[in-house]
């Protein structure tokens, strides 16, 4: 090569040296960029944006969540998908149908509860460090017409020693089964045995993706705290709450069987653990349906109680504690932005569905801000012609119909009854959330409105109008009715149908 090759600074020794060194350097932090994370969704039933301890709640016994809320990222203002609770589920749960396009009832993970090992969105079989196995496990399923076993009944009470959860509410149907993937193992389900299976499930299932170090997703859905509340006898008369609390308290612990169980593996710190419920509480039930704390109804309805919810984000070493704004966020987040940030965070492609979410990773590590600025609240049951009945732009929301909901019955406050009918606005309410979260005083009720409020109700209704022209709403899957034989039974042959459905534990 000559003179000037000899001389080539790659030749020298000691720039040789040099470069090795800051290859070993860089090596780990490549391989600790290209590592997938674990994720860990874990999703309460039913309850409320007021019923823990770091929400509030003057007597939750809730130390697990508690920490989390600590050493994590607690939101203020996250809400779910939709205020029942099968839409809210799809939505965390795509490419199953949501709310632009119907609700799916047999889509996995909507009703049930269903475990991942693998890495969301990852189909490619060359890679052998990732688990395609789907598993849906320990999933009590009910029939019925909103998948929750025993809705009518007022007085079930599922707490050992006095164990009465079945035999007093006979719809029809087949008892709750406890499925095992597509295998029935108990019919009908024992409440009181059933979160400690669902907690050794949880275990063996994270020491196994660890013995394979194979990235994993656990999504542990729980019962709790939805009607029938119920604890295993560890838990029973613990709290100062009565049974909710109870029921709750046991829900708290196994958040704390979870962090444990990616401690003893050596996982907490290469694992997000995310923590929200699906809608919110069911005031029906009184002081046993959960609190929504100051918020305006509860469950069912479009008010900020029936869709604003306690959420947490827990990841040392990457959400530090302390930051953004010392572990407490108002950015807004919805559990629609779940699967973009989950999926960006894996390095997964997301399905090939219309999505309304968006990735929250820059918020999560004190970045940047939330991507979100809009919230849309659907009804139960929404439909073309109605779209969203409320919007939320920064800090203000507006509610172009209101209607109440069976769900947040039995409170003072009459819009949230049943009862009350679907009520167009026009012009809408208008709610400022950072000083009036309960929803109480409407800024348009005023003659005077200030020019400023005008120009934000305009920006609020091109939103609103621009999200109903893509809309597109599929089928109504509840429609079209249902069929008594397709009722999961252990014992298909059995006669006489529904009750001969009971099959002992194995």
Not at 409 to 415: N, V
Request: aromatic share 10%.
């Amino acid at each position: 090569m000559g003179p000037q090759g000899r001389q080539h600074p790659w030749l020298h020794p000691w720039v040789l040296l040099h470069r090795w060194v800051l290859l070993l350097l860089l090596l780990p932090l490549r391989a600790a960029a290209a590592a997938r994370p674990n994720f860990v969704l874990v999703l309460a039933d039913d309850l409320g944006y007021g019923d823990l301890g770091c929400y509030g709640h003057p007597s939750s016994a809730t130390p697990n969540l508690d920490w989390l809320a600590a050493r994590g990222l607690r939101f203020t203002d996250f809400y779910s998908a939709a205020a029942v609770c099968s839409p809210s589920r799809s939505g965390i749960n795509p490419p199953c149908p949501g709310i632009d396009e119907g609700i799916n009832p047999t889509c996995p993970g909507i009703n049930g509860r269903s475990w991942t090992c693998g890495v969301p969105g990852q189909t490619d079989s060359a890679d052998p460090s990732v688990s395609r196995d789907r598993r849906t496990v320990l999933t009590p399923r009910c029939p019925g017409t909103d998948g929750q076993c025993c809705g009518p009944c007022q007085n079930l009470t599922c707490f050992p020693p006095d164990t009465k959860c079945f035999g007093t509410c006979d719809q029809g149907v087949v008892p709750l089964p406890l499925l095992w993937n597509l295998s029935i193992i108990q019919q009908p389900v024992s409440f009181p045995e059933l979160v400690p299976l669902y907690n050794k499930f949880s275990r063996d299932f994270i020491a196994d993706c660890a013995r394979q170090r194979r990235p994993f997703l656990l999504y542990y859905a729980s019962h709790h705290t939805h009607y029938p509340q119920f604890s295993s006898r560890e838990f029973a008369g613990r709290t100062r709450r009565g049974p909710f609390g109870d029921a709750l308290a046991e829900f708290d612990d196994s958040v704390g069987q979870l962090l444990q169980a990616l401690r003893d593996n050596g996982l907490e710190s290469s694992t997000l653990l995310f923590f929200t419920s699906d809608n919110g509480p069911s005031t029906l039930r009184m002081a046993r349906g959960g609190s929504a704390g100051h918020l305006r109804c509860g469950k069912g309805t479009t008010y900020e109680g029936g869709m604003r919810e306690p959420a947490m984000a827990y990841w040392p070493g990457r959400i530090a504690p302390g930051e953004p704004w010392w572990g407490v966020t108002h950015e807004l987040a919805s559990a629609l932005d779940v699967l973009p940030t989950l999926s960006a965070l894996a390095g997964a492609a997301l399905p090939r569905v219309a999505l309304d979410g968006f990735d929250l990773s820059p918020l999560l590590f004190g970045e940047g801000r939330s991507p979100r600025q809009a919230v849309f609240f659907y009804p139960p049951s929404p439909d073309p012609l109605h779209g969203p009945f409320a919007v939320r732009l920064g800090k203000y929301k507006a509610h172009f119909f209101t209607q109440g909901s069976f769900h947040s019955d039995t409170t003072p406050d009459q819009a949230c009854h049943g009862v009350t009918p679907r009520t167009p606005h026009l012009p809408p309410l208008l709610f400022d959330l950072e000083t009036d979260p309960g929803e109480l005083y409407d800024l348009l009720g005023d003659p005077a409105v200030s020019p400023e409020l005008l120009e934000v109700l305009r920006d609020i209704t091109v939103r609103k109008v621009l999200l109903e022209q893509r809309l597109k709403f599929g089928d109504s899957q509840m429609a079209k009715g249902g069929d008594a034989q397709l009722q999961p039974c252990c014992a298909p042959g059995c006669s006489p149908k529904p009750s001969c459905c009971r099959c002992s534990p194995r």
